[in-house]
């Protein structure tokens, strides 16, 4: 009997072979590589593209730093963390030269389509770039924050909460054995999925997000209640860019990374600090940080990952430039690129007060 694999040359026929580059931006998550992986081995086998993975982001671009990817390279990719092309935050507009770099770039490797895969400063300057320079781009979301515009979750996301939520899990007997407050401090500056999610998963005392600034009266209020009532030992899930309300807490001076924003991380403390001292409860401060970001991903983002990179080679062949891959009512989608531009997606408040909240305290 013959196989039931179509042959090669029937894969390589359904459209042009292209070359294509690969980029990873901003900060690091689970599925990056899976992503890669998917690209590569979609474009190779099916229609014969060639790929380069341009190193540490757009400077790799910009200096033309690569590394050729095809399918025997990607191989042990899909469970891996981290990125093996590598990453970091900034873009071409930081340079002087650095669009028309990316020009000359994409003229002297002959590149037919570029693959940006980003959270939302990347995927803001990919549509800036498609704007000035009309290149052909095409992006994938990711970030385990949750928070990019126009689809209904990223990768990453998962496994972050999955991390978050183990953690949290073994703080509740650490903090029932002692009598403590335990303040878990997770990621999230500008959007509270992680700790809302977490919070639910991890039977949270309080759930504080950026979305909805603190008053930390209340916030012991529910602890104290809950001590009363029998229950020695309280978990609160604290965002790195939760806020209280002005005037009823005084916040720590943030220092800001080199594009100005502020690096969050330390809230936890002063929260923690003003718990102990208005309810003589004993509080301690954990900060999860970049473990919610390393190791391998939760199955759930793998396959996540694995669609969108599959999803990002056929729109390419279909031309579907300026627009980024997205999760939709369960089905994988194109939409345009301007739907990202410059915007967070904010946590679901429905989600926060309507289910969250029930479980205060």
């Not at 093996?84 to 507009?93: F, N």
Request: one cysteine or more; proline letters at 4%.
């Amino acid at each position: 009997m013959g196989s039931t694999r179509p042959h090669e040359e029937e894969l390589r026929s359904y459209a042009r072979g292209m070359r294509i580059g690969v980029l990873t931006g901003g900060g690091d998550c689970p599925g990056l590589n899976a992503v890669i992986r998917a690209i590569v081995r979609t474009g190779e086998t099916r229609h014969g593209d060639e790929f380069l993975g341009f190193l540490d982001s757009w400077d790799g671009v910009m200096d033309q730093r690569y590394v050729r990817l095809d399918v025997p390279s990607v191989r042990g990719l899909l469970p891996r963390g981290g990125t093996v092309i590598g990453t970091r935050r900034g873009s071409p507009y930081d340079r002087p030269d650095g669009v028309e770099k990316v020009r000359q770039c994409f003229a002297e490797q002959s590149l037919d389509a570029l693959v940006v895969i980003g959270g939302n400063g990347s995927l803001t300057v990919t549509t800036k770039l498609i704007h000035d320079t009309g290149l052909p781009m095409i992006g994938v979301p990711k970030t385990i924050d949750n928070d990019v515009m126009g689809t209904d979750v990223t990768f990453g996301f998962h496994t972050a909460v999955q991390i978050a939520t183990d953690a949290i899990d073994r703080l509740h007997t650490t903090a029932e054995s002692h009598d403590r407050v335990m303040v878990v401090e997770v990621m999230g500056r500008d959007t509270g999925w992680i700790a809302t999610y977490a919070g639910i998963a991890g039977g949270a005392t309080v759930i504080l997000i950026p979305e909805l600034p603190f008053d930390i009266a209340t916030v012991c209020d529910v602890v104290s209640t809950r001590h009363r009532r029998g229950r020695y030992a309280s978990i609160v899930v604290v965002a790195e860019g939760a806020t209280p309300v002005p005037g009823t807490m005084d916040m720590p001076e943030y220092r800001t990374d080199h594009i100005g924003r502020p690096r969050f991380g330390g809230v936890s403390a002063d929260i923690a600090r003003e718990i102990e001292t208005r309810t003589g409860f004993e509080a301690r401060v954990v900060q999860i940080g970049h473990v919610q970001r390393g190791g391998t991903p939760t199955a759930y983002d793998r396959i996540l990952s694995t669609r969108f990179g599959v999803a990002a080679v056929e729109a390419i062949h279909r031309g579907e430039f300026a627009s980024m891959v997205a999760l939709r009512s369960s089905k994988v989608v194109t939409v345009p690129l301007t739907e990202v531009d410059g915007r967070a997606r904010t946590l679901d408040l429905d989600l926060y007060r309507d289910v969250a909240s029930v479980f205060f305290g």
